[in-house]
Nanobody, 124 residues
Framework: QVQLVESGGGLVQTGGSLRLSCAAS????????MGWFRQAPGKEREFVAA???????YYADSVKGRFAISRDNAKNTVYLQMNSLKPEDTAVYYC??????????????????WGQGTQVTVSS
């Protein structure tokens, strides 16, 4: 059983930066695909970024050039560096482990491996 714990969220002004962390226990993350998703109030959860087990990177168009996903295998942790934040980035951010990446670069989350989420609020 994998347990994921996100941290690093908070309140930041437009243009600011945050780094989210997703620490895992119960399984080594170095051999699995990992993804970040977000859910704003009243909206469906949406894909943000993913990193494959061979370190290929995938991003939603809305965050390309501003966000960067990475992993530290020694710490069994995945990160999401978020720069140039906008009010529309406000959401609860969740990490997911073990999802599938198809030939069209779509990340399908594994339904049973989610963290509890961390709130990111960007003020205008």
């Amino acid at each position: 059983q994998v347990q994921l714990v996100e941290s690093g969220g908070g309140l930041v002004q437009t243009g600011g930066s945050l780094r989210l962390s997703c620490a895992a226990s119960g399984r080594t993350l170095s051999s699995v695909n990992m993804g970040w998703f977000r859910q704003a109030p009243g909206k469906e959860r949406e894909f943000v970024a993913a990193i494959s087990w061979i370190d290929s990177y995938y991003y939603a168009d809305s965050v390309k050039g501003r966000f960067a996903i990475s992993r530290d295998n020694a710490k069994n942790t995945v990160y999401l560096q978020m720069n140039s934040l906008k009010p529309e980035d406000t959401a609860v951010y969740y990490c997911n482990a073990g999802g599938r990446i198809d030939s069209d670069s779509n990340y399908s989350p594994r339904p049973d491996y989610w963290g509890q989420g961390t709130q990111v609020t960007v003020s205008s």
